[in-house]
């Protein structure tokens, strides 16, 4: 173990704190992490950890709802401006000003939201339950669900329901096209392809339809590889997923869809950054308790289902 990983095993006993990672972090964050996981699992992980401290490897929204869940908790986010153009790309008034025109409207907000968008929001999701979550909807309501456009598109097609889409996209999944896949299809015929719906292809019907292709959350991408008998994948993700499919799956060969999916504001987050929050409480997370209890109700219902 290298001295700065030393350190924040030593504060983090001192602290009794837990470090939750997010499976896009870097390498190095991935593996000094006490639990890695989906936003969903990394969800429910803050809401029940017995830890006095969380420490978020993630971007800045998923440190935010975990010290939604943990009001009695430290939550420190080491890279506070850590961003994600779909959390960015929602003005809440404009939220309000739709809440206001449709009075028996439903807003379904993705997890990668403000607070304060998450304060205007009926029912959160993530991409491990979204399907879910709008299949339990009442019919006859319109449907507000944002901000990922993609996701939007893509619960639609496997729900049949109608939905009004906000116009976000994740900048890192955008660039993936229908097109890019079917290149794969052809190019890796042995081969799975695992594919996040936050990419632009997800609402595409013959996609979803072509049993050599899985759209799922991280988590549901590695639940997949670990039960397939297939030796090759090409995975449509932030590409440091790879590091935990090997180590996971050593036998077993994983293809980027195209070079660089990276997303940058992930690793903003470092182990120098992680110490310096340890150290000095840097990065803490701390809501208005008006905000925080409003935000919480969507989250809850999510976690309920
Ligand atoms: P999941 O881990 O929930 O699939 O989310 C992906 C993502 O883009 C998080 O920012
Ligand atoms: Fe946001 Fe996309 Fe980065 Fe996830 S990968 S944090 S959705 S910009």
Redesign the pocket.
Known sequence: MNNIAEQITRLKKEKNAIILAHY?APPEVQDIADHLGDSLALSQLAAKTEADMIVFGG?HFMAETAAILCPDKTVLSPAPDAG????DSVETARLAKWREEHPDGIVVSYV?TTAAVKALTDWCCTSANAVKVVESLPEGHPILFGPDKNLGRHIMQVTGRKMELWDGV????DVITSQAVTDALEKYPDADILIHP?CECSGDKSLIENGRILFASTAGMLRHVAASPKKTFVVAT?SDIIHELKKKNPEKVFIPIVPGMC?D??KKVTLENILESLETGKGRVVLDETLRSRALLPIQRMLAL
Do not use: F, G, I, T
């Open positions: 896009y971007v994600c153009s779909l959390a990668n994740c900048k890192v999944h936050e932030e997303c504001e992930m």
